[in-house]
């Protein structure tokens, strides 16, 4: 029978209840001072590249926005005051040419865009820093890929009072116009209707989730790829365009064949 070792050498070749803890507590800490360190690299990183193109947003702003909205945004009496109004306004109103306006009128015309996307950002992130307002949507919300049924009901219940059925555009009081919607960016229809631009009413989450404006840019999108199923759509003016193509053309011919035919008795 082999020699029993003392209750002492045993002891001494044990290891210590806690030593498993201690071990998972080390490298916890080490763990997490290593991922600390990698965030806060990188959120310095990104406050500094952000902090870069706010400085050169509010540049193109002054030299380009501030005679008519202030230095400060804060509006005069040529332009409205853009504190709180968000990236995506910028977006919209630059981005499709608007703004700077070429000259004061009843309405901003669309028109060539006079910036890059990088400047347009830059304006759009200096404006966005003064106070909290709508911000550029995520791509799912602009995607087009939504329900186009819902979004032609939501369309027809909230839209086509100005902007016709199709989408194709309308008059409006005081020189004012609905503008036709055919080969709009989808952010900008998105960005119209979260900021309700000139005459147009501002539909909020509450009224439009962000869901449902994309179904009405699936919609959209569906009439501008598909033809009308009804054949030649006359500038999908309804019965305007189609009364006076009767007009014109229907009495009009009849007109002529009524004359030709008297002509031929004589």
Same mark, same amino acid.
């Given at each position: ?6 209750a002492s050498a045993r002891r001494a070749g044990r290891r ?9 507590? !080390?490298?916890? $800490? #080490?763990? *997490?001072? =290593? ?6 690299? /990188?959120?310095?990183?990104?406050? +500094? ?77 200096? !404006?966005?820093? $003064? #106070?909290? *307002?709508? =911000? ?6 602009? /995607?087009?890929?939504?329900?186009? +049924? ?117």
């Amino acid at each position: 029978m082999a020699p029993t070792a003392p209750a002492s050498a045993r002891r001494a070749g044990r290891r210590h209840p806690l030593a498993t803890t201690a071990l998972l507590v !080390v490298g916890l $800490l #080490a763990t *997490g001072g =290593a991922y600390a360190l990698a965030t806060a690299t /990188a959120t310095a990183e990104t406050t +500094a590249a952000s902090a870069q193109l706010i400085d050169e947003g509010g540049k193109l702003f002054a030299a380009n926005c501030a005679s008519c909205h202030g230095l400060n945004a804060e509006g005069t009496a040529a332009g409205p005051t853009l504190i709180g109004a968000g990236a995506l306004a910028v977006d919209f109103q630059v981005g499709t040419g608007r703004m700077p306006m070429a000259a004061s009128g009843p309405q901003a015309e669309v028109k060539p865009v006079q910036f890059t996307q990088e400047q347009i950002d830059a304006m759009a992130a200096w !404006v966005a820093d $003064l #106070a909290p *307002g709508p =911000a550029v949507p995520a791509d799912r919300y602009i /995607a087009g890929d939504g329900d186009a +049924a819902n979004g032609a009901e939501l369309f027809r219940i909230n839209c086509a009072m100005c902007h016709n059925v199709a989408g194709a555009g309308g008059a409006l009081t005081e020189g004012k116009w609905a503008p036709g919607l055919a080969g709009v960016d989808p952010v900008h229809i998105y960005g119209a209707m979260v900021t309700g631009p000139q005459n147009m009413p501002v539909f909020s989450d509450l009224n439009l989730t962000p869901e449902e404006k994309n179904d009405i840019i699936t919609y959209l999108l569906y009439v501008q790829e598909n033809p009308s199923v009804g054949g030649w759509d006359l500038g999908s003016l309804g019965p305007v365009s189609e009364g006076l193509f009767i007009w014109i053309f229907g009495l009009g011919a009849l007109v002529g064949v009524t004359i030709w035919l008297t002509a031929k008795s004589n």
